[in-house]
């Protein structure tokens, strides 16, 4: 049975003062963003697209990229389960010592321990933050990469395969003026360039293989730097209209060179022809059970395929050097891992499955995946 909380939508309460906002669990990100913005409210960080609900982004471990600000779970304060008993459970960190357990597992449980009803998220008055993108050559963002992220508080990267071109992106608070793009210069970079010309260029790849290394190497020099200035949601977040599968991995942030530099490697020499290009992020330890980013200093690997085209040959040679490196696939992504590699990559791992084991024994809320990635 699939449950969708498409009617459990909307603001609950603010309390400005304590700095949270209540949520009801259906509320889509992107509607939960506007509404913030529009009562001078924002969340510290967030993933790159707001389409999920609410409780699906924390549930699954979305997340975006930052030198001190984590996943949008770490930013729950409290949230409210329906039980497998029927029971309802409001929880936070200032509860009893079972209302705290649950919590700190909750906030990123696969749907595992019940199904959440209600979010409450930290949040800060709206600030402005300054977008710089540039291109710049592989070896270069490999070599300054550890600066790249400690100079600034939101720093990314994308390399496209089949060449040494990156294009990198650092958002830092600014204390303006707001600098939007132009509405005009907007749409032709996020719109026609990167969903319509890049379908067109994705669609010509699944169609004609050998056309895509050579359309990579005319789509990285035609990348040109960009500046603004904006809100939040409209700094991290763009449209992402293009359809692709995607598998992305977590490991620790001082493994991310080695483990890029034989991904790299790995498609020279391979006969995979990779359209989409590789998305690179990083995130701060955080103290959540189940978190790719729990008790370590982390960064993330995407990768991704347009839809329709063969992917399972390139994702599990991609795989293979992820988990060389103790690399933890991000829970609502493609991956082939069970609960005995898992529970050797995440030292709380049975900490979170007793827990499971005292709210539903009786696994109701079990299903193929998470039998596959808990056991049974």
């Not at 506007?34 to 999920?52: F, H, Y």
Request: contains cysteine; proline residues 6%.
């Amino acid at each position: 049975m699939l449950i969708r909380p498409d009617r459990l939508t909307g603001i609950r309460s603010i309390d400005r003062a304590a700095g949270t906002v209540t949520v009801a669990a259906g509320t889509p990100m992107k509607d939960l963003n506007v509404a913030l913005a529009a009562r001078g409210l924002s969340l510290t960080n967030m993933g790159d697209i707001m389409e999920q609900t609410v409780s699906g982004a924390i549930s699954t471990g979305t997340h975006g990229t930052g030198r001190d600000s984590a996943s949008i779970a770490a930013q729950v304060k409290g949230l409210e389960l329906v039980l497998a008993d029927g029971s309802v459970l409001r929880c936070s960190a200032e509860g009893t010592d079972e209302e705290r357990a649950v919590f700190t597992a909750a906030r990123l449980g696969l749907g595992a321990l019940g199904v959440v009803t209600e979010l409450t998220f930290g949040v800060e008055p709206e600030f402005l933050l300054t977008a710089r993108e540039e291109p710049m050559p592989f070896d270069q963002v490999i070599g300054e990469f550890d600066q790249l992220v400690t100079e600034n508080e939101h720093f990314e990267f994308y390399w496209f395969p089949h060449t040494d071109g990156c294009n990198t992106k650092r958002n830092n608070r600014s204390a303006g003026p707001a600098r939007p793009l132009p509405r005009v210069r907007g749409w032709i970079d996020d719109e026609l360039l990167s969903n319509g010309v890049f379908r067109a260029a994705c669609s010509l790849g699944r169609a004609v293989p050998a056309t895509v290394p050579g359309v990579a190497r005319v789509a990285g020099r035609a990348l040109s730097a960009r500046t603004y200035t904006d809100i939040p949601f409209r700094v991290f977040t763009s449209p992402r209209r293009v359809r692709f599968v995607e598998m992305e991995y977590a490991v620790p942030r001082t493994a991310l060179v080695a483990a890029l530099r034989e991904l790299k490697a790995m498609v020279e020499r391979s006969h995979f022809r990779v359209s989409f290009p590789v998305e690179v992020r990083t995130a701060p330890p955080d103290d959540i059970p189940l978190s790719t980013a729990s008790g370590r200093e982390t960064a993330y690997v995407a990768v991704h395929m347009y839809r329709g085209t063969p992917h399972e040959g390139y994702f599990s040679a991609v795989e293979q050097i992820m988990t060389a490196h103790e690399g933890r696939p991000h829970w609502g992504k493609l991956h082939s891992r069970d609960a005995e590699y898992l529970s050797g990559v995440y030292p709380r791992f049975a900490e979170f499955t007793a827990l499971r084991d005292r709210l539903d024994p009786d696994r109701v809320f079990g299903n193929a995946y998470l039998r596959r990635v808990l056991g049974d």
